[in-house]
């Protein structure tokens, strides 16, 4: 939605959108209000088979905010967020059970849990530095910068809500955008360009090691195995993998090469 110059879904539009979902998915007629109208609709031609509705189809919620992860607790089958780090995900999952708790449902222990992010396998001597090590990394960082550019908006340009890790560049980042050549209101596709596909080159500078090492998975195979292992002891089930276009057989490569087998 960012990309588009739109705010995210709305949390309570958000969760009657899931509870529409999750009845559709089960063949059930369900309430749906479209343009102001409301009707009772239900997918068509159940008997012909067009969809399999036999056999369960999970929902797996993207969520963050806290009224949305109440909704992942109240219809979701899985949760997919960023910000895996134990200290920041435990409090996530601890709202997606009381969400469901609230409701009288009781998550089944298979309830699903996967992390966001993207990783560069150093090998010895490499540092965070190198033009490898941000090639590999930089759209994620870059895509975390901009999300943060649109929270920093909406809170009245608060800069508390600004990471330790972003703060060095975020004055000349201001800058940046500041001159971009859009006028304000269109100015989001030059703010999103790239959007984890590809690192635009003057934001090479704002990949820092610090920022690489606070957002993706980045270390020599024993430092990313036992990253892994500890969002794995936390609760996290899935790691999802998400490297810049131009590098992602290689960021994907490695990663099973020199990560996976210590998992199989």
């Known amino acids: 939605m960012r990309t588009m110059g739109q705010n995210p ?3 309570k539009a958000f ?4 509870e529409t979902v999750t009845h559709l998915l089960k063949g059930d007629a369900v309430d749906y209000t ?5 009707r009772e609709i239900q997918f068509m031609h159940q008997d012909r088979g067009f969809l399999n509705l036999e056999d369960p189809i999970p929902i797996y919620v993207a969520a963050n905010g806290p009224m949305a992860l109440a909704a992942a607790g109240r219809f979701g089958d899985g949760f997919m967020t960023v910000g895996g780090e134990p200290e920041i995900f435990t409090p996530k999952l601890d709202a997606i059970y009381a969400g469901a708790a609230k409701v009288g449902r009781q998550l089944p222990e298979n309830f699903h849990t996967a992390f966001i992010t993207s990783s560069c396998v150093l090998q010895p001597g490499d540092e965070l530095t190198d033009d490898r090590v941000i ?7 870059a895509c975390e910068l901009h999300f943060y550019y649109e929270l920093w908006k909406d809170s009245g340009e608060n800069d508390a809500i600004i990471p330790e890790y972003f703060q060095p560049i975020w004055g000349d980042y201001l800058k940046r955008v500041a001159n971009m050549s859009l006028p304000e209101r269109a100015r989001f596709r030059q703010i999103h360009e790239g959007h984890l596909v590809y690192l635009q080159p003057d ?4 990949i820092t090691p610090g920022a690489i090492e606070a957002g993706t998975l980045v270390g ?3 430092q990313i195995i036992e990253h892994v292992r500890k969002l794995e002891s936390a609760g996290m089930k899935e790691i999802a993998l998400w490297p810049p ?3 992602e057989r290689k960021v994907l490569k490695d990663f099973a090469e020199h990560v996976m087998p210590a998992f199989r």
């Open 9 to 11: 879904m709305r949390a």
């Open 15 to 18: 969760s009657s959108y899931l």
């Open 34 to 38: 479209y343009d102001g109208e409301t």
């Open 135 to 141: 090639d590999e990394t930089g759209s994620w960082v």
């Open 203 to 206: 934001e090479r500078g704002y």
């Open 220 to 222: 020599e195979p024993d």
């Open 245 to 247: 276009m131009d590098c």
